[in-house]
């Protein structure tokens, strides 16, 4: 009697929790008017894991940007930026465990490249720091103006929050980009040959992320 009482408790208490956990997961996926079984999950997947390493490489640079110049005239420019780029990672580590995303398997080397291409520039002046954000900025703008035309031509509809968001970050990308132009990037050192070398590595690191 006794076990059978506490089989029947044990019982009801999996039952309980795998009811909360569906209504759990429906209200999650429905919140964000997308589920699992009515979207392309490997542009899905494609789009969110290389947005989340953007981001967070861009986490990074600012990083090793603010190392060397946080206690300078350009550090609070510098960390408003960084504070955007913080809540953009923050909403790619949501959508991953959202979409059950799994991470680039390069994040541990985007840690490492991320920190010494922005400790890297900021060494050499705040111009060459500002150069860095104006080639990186305008790398992601353009990325994710190709996933917004990715997911148009998919359905707008069905992609309408995702594509909301997209759309958000690349206008602070765009706004991180003039304020690099507006903190006299253009007059860095051998400014064309170090945007145009960052924005190389930018492509290899987009091409890799998405698919490792």
């Not at 007059?187 to 190389?200: E, F, H, R």
């Amino acid at each position: 009697m006794v076990a059978a009482a506490v089989s029947s408790l044990r019982l009801c208490g999996v039952r309980r929790r795998w009811a909360l956990q569906s209504i759990y997961s429906s209200v999650r996926f429905c919140g964000t008017g997308m589920n699992l079984d009515n979207v392309n999950k490997a542009v899905l997947d494609r789009i969110i894991r290389v947005d989340h390493a953007g981001e967070y490489g861009a986490n990074r640079i600012y990083a090793g940007q603010m190392a060397i110049l946080g206690r300078t005239s350009v550090g609070p420019v510098i960390q408003q930026m960084w504070n955007q780029e913080k809540e953009h990672l923050k909403k790619f580590k949501e959508l991953m465990i959202m979409y059950r995303v799994r991470p680039t398997v390069l994040l541990p080397f985007w840690n490492i490249t991320g920190f010494v291409l922005g400790a890297g520039t900021a060494l050499l002046g705040r111009k060459s720091a500002m150069a860095c954000t104006v080639a990186v900025e305008e790398s992601i703008s353009n990325h994710y103006n190709n996933q917004i035309r990715t997911l148009m031509e998919e359905d707008p509809e069905k992609y309408r929050e995702l594509l909301e968001t997209i759309k958000k970050f690349r206008d602070e990308e765009l706004e991180h980009h003039d304020t690099g132009l507006d903190h006299d990037a253009t007059l860095a050192p051998a400014y064309s040959v170090l945007k145009n070398t960052i924005q190389i590595g930018c492509k290899a690191a987009i091409f890799l992320s998405e698919r490792i």
